[in-house]
């Protein structure tokens, strides 16, 4: 019995560690996959079916067990793209040879750069710069033999200036991959994100008072050529050596293990024809498939890792996205039906922490979150969930009723379970969140409630549950002038052509409430001209990812900076207090506005915190017709304070309570207004 448990115990062991290699063997495919794609030029051609070589090597990565067996399987998958330069490079298994730097051969001067590199280091190259300028300058004959050269071609940036034409040289642009931002792949955003193929210039090379007559570049076709090299070559003054054509300007490579790597070609050098034609970024939606085949699943997985990776602009805040991919890599290898799979995409989504992470549409996601809920609102008061909007004069509950369970479950478990497929970017909003959405069920059903009413007691109401719903119309306008000669205006209601009115109504009131406990329609880029007492000239910052030939402006310094003017009017200005109100309802938009009033009139805001979710929504398709949505820019206060996570904070804070709920009261507003009132 003791051995049978062992031999058990050992076999999960090995069953467990063999499951941790594949992993770490698709993880590792995904890392290569991703790199390729948005920096290979080829693929924004769209020749290149990138999605289909994936699928294919997935298999045979799966099934490998050695490091050679991987590289085996990625170095197919590069084959795909037809290009010599990309591809896996074995490990040195030669020792390294003291091969001379250089040496006569019959009057001309054999400079073996790439050999001599292979058997030493490039720093050995370095030291001896200025000994090859030397030679070169005297010789009559090169020839430069880069072959083995294993490290990028700006490590001979100092042959660059070396005395190899007496004439200038124009130097080759180079074409790479360029993204800034993330197109959407639905509709369209504010954002103005776009992909492009770019040509960098380069600068000439200057002319020499001595210069080679014969110059021969040596290569293997297989590493990237020096830019002076192209330049030489496409001007006539050298010759190329090489088995197969080769343009390739800049290459980046990722580790495989094992000594291997995957090398990736992210420049071409411009061939002075016609420029090549990109077309913009495209991601199939496979929505035919309901149930993804498993390497479409893991096309799904590899997808939204790349995509969060190279394009989220709040990356930085979400923690260690490569360990997210570790865990969900096994969990989409196991999602074989339609709702695991859908579990397992909200699952991975959610840990992108942002109010404007979600997936859709809903009826791929009704197993989680039913199409149908309640004609009201409910959110967190007390820690309890209290009534807080009805949409439904009808509906059997009253404003400041709690809701303790739905359908015979108690609210707090309920809450839980729905917990990890939702996410916020603060806690406070995803718990309004997933109160709210727990509430839901299917069109047609009827909700049976747990209410705690005013006098504490606990009844069960039947609320049916409806797809969509109209809240009451109302004649009032949405400001108008409270006791004490107090402007108030609800910005969850107030349009555009609404606000000269509104600012003629309340022109000469002491102080202007704005409401923003919820969504606005656009109308901070009309009101905050009119209030802009400081003349601020900037409302918010901005920042978003930008990518050129694979390099993630997230890692480095390219990322697109810059600072949103304030509109400008020539109407009467506004001169009075300016207060808003917020809480966890205001988010986005609603989050911009409060940026805008923040500038352009110091607004002191009173409530709670806000959502903490700002920047343009873009999206992204995966298998099975699912769309993606995250957020695409960073916005920052004007001084470059961080918002996303941390919302507008109140000035004032303050919370309704379940009895001034109850009680018809605003507790929010009325600490408005006596903050107006000097108390």
């Known amino acids: 019995m003791v051995r049978r448990l062992i031999a058990v115990a050992l076999l999960f062991t090995a069953t467990a560690f063999a499951d941790e290699a594949r992993t770490a063997r698709l993880e590792k495919l995904c890392h290569v996959w991703a790199a390729a794609k948005y920096a290979h030029p080829a693929t924004l051609t769209g020749k290149i079916d990138w999605d289909g070589a994936l699928v294919r090597a997935i298999p045979a990565v799966r099934a490998a067990t050695t490091p050679a067996q991987l590289a085996a399987a990625v170095d197919a998958m590069l084959k795909e793209v037809h290009d010599p330069v990309t591809r896996v490079v074995a490990p040195h298994t030669a020792e390294k040879r003291d091969v001379p730097l250089m040496h006569d051969e019959n009057g001309t001067l054999v400079i073996d750069a790439g050999p001599f590199v292979a058997g030493h280091d490039i720093m050995a190259l370095w030291t001896r710069d200025e000994e090859i300028a030397a030679a070169v300058a005297k010789a009559s004959a090169v020839r430069l033999n880069l072959t083995m050269f294993d490290a990028e071609p700006a490590a001979l940036y100092e042959f660059a200036v070396m005395a190899w034409s007496t004439e200038p040289v124009p130097v080759p642009g180079r074409w790479m991959t360029f993204y800034s931002g993330y197109d959407p792949q639905q509709g369209r955003t504010s954002g103005g994100y776009y992909s492009a193929l770019m040509l960098v210039a380069d600068k000439p090379m200057a002319a020499s008072k001595t210069a080679p007559k014969e110059i021969t570049i040596v290569s293997d076709g297989l590493s990237p050529l020096p830019a002076f090299a192209a330049a030489l070559v496409r001007a006539g003054k050298a010759k190329l050596e090489s088995p197969v054509p080769n343009d390739a300007a800049a290459t980046t490579r990722i580790d495989l293990g094992g000594g291997y790597s995957a090398q990736i070609r992210t420049a071409t050098f411009d061939s002075g024809g016609q420029a090549p034609a ?25 997808r939204i890792w790349s995509v969060i990776h190279d394009f989220y602009p709040y990356r930085h805040l979400i923690g260690d996205w490569d360990a997210v991919l570790r865990e969900f890599i096994p969990r989409f290898e196991d999602a074989a039906d339609a709702d695991a799979y859908a579990g397992a995409v909200l699952e991975m989504t959610a840990h992108v922490y942002d109010g404007h992470t979600g997936v859709g549409p809903l009826p791929a996601i009704a197993h989680f979150f039913p199409a149908a809920t309640v004609p009201f609102q409910i959110r967190r008061v007390e820690n309890a969930y209290a009534v ?9 509950v009253a404003i400041g009723d709690v809701v303790v369970s739905v359908d015979g479950e108690p609210i707090d478990a309920r809450i839980q379970r729905l917990w990890k497929y939702l996410t916020a970017s603060t806690e406070e909003a995803r718990l309004n969140r997933a109160a709210q959405n727990a509430l839901r069920g299917a069109a047609g059903s009827t909700a049976q409630l747990g209410i705690r009413g005013k006098g504490g007691a606990t009844r069960t109401v039947a609320v049916p549950r409806v797809t969509n719903f109209t809240p009451p119309k109302t004649d009032e306008l949405p400001y108008r002038v409270l006791d004490g000669n107090i402007g108030y205006a609800d910005l969850r209601t107030l349009t555009n052509p609404q606000v000269d009115a509104m600012f003629d109504a309340l022109m000469k009131t002491k102080a202007l409430i704005l409401d923003m406990r919820g969504y606005p329609n656009g109308t901070a880029w009309s009101i905050a001209p009119r209030i802009n007492t400081r003349h601020a000239v900037y409302g918010a910052s901005f920042r978003r990812a930008q990518i050129a030939g694979g390099a993630s402006g997230q890692e480095g310094s390219s990322g697109y900076y810059f600072d949103q003017p304030l ?9 009075g207090k300016v207060v808003v109100l917020i809480d966890s309802r205001a988010i986005s938009q609603a989050e911009h506005s409060c940026l805008f009033f923040e500038q352009a009139a110091g607004a002191t805001f009173v409530g709670s915190p806000t959502a903490g979710a700002n920047g343009d929504v873009t999206n992204f398709w995966l298998p099975g017709g699912l769309l993606v949505r995250f957020s695409g820019h960073d916005v920052r206060h004007a001084d470059g304070r961080q918002l996303q996570r941390v919302g507008i904070q109140p000035d004032i804070k303050v919370e309704p309570t379940i009895a001034g709920l109850q009680a018809g009261k605003d507790e929010v507003l009325e600490r408005a207004i006596a903050y107006v009132n000097g108390q």
Not at 279 to 291: N, T
Not at 389 to 395: H, I, M, Q, W
Not at 567 to 575: C, D, F, Q, R, V
């Open 278 to 302: 990109p077309v913009p970024l495209a991601e199939a939606q496979y929505a035919e498939m309901k149930i993804p085949d498993l390497p479409y699943r893991l096309l799904a997985a590899f």
């Open 388 to 396: 807080v909007e009805k949409y439904d004069p009808s509906a059997p």
């Open 567 to 575: 509109p400008k009017t020539t109407k009467p200005l506004y001169t």
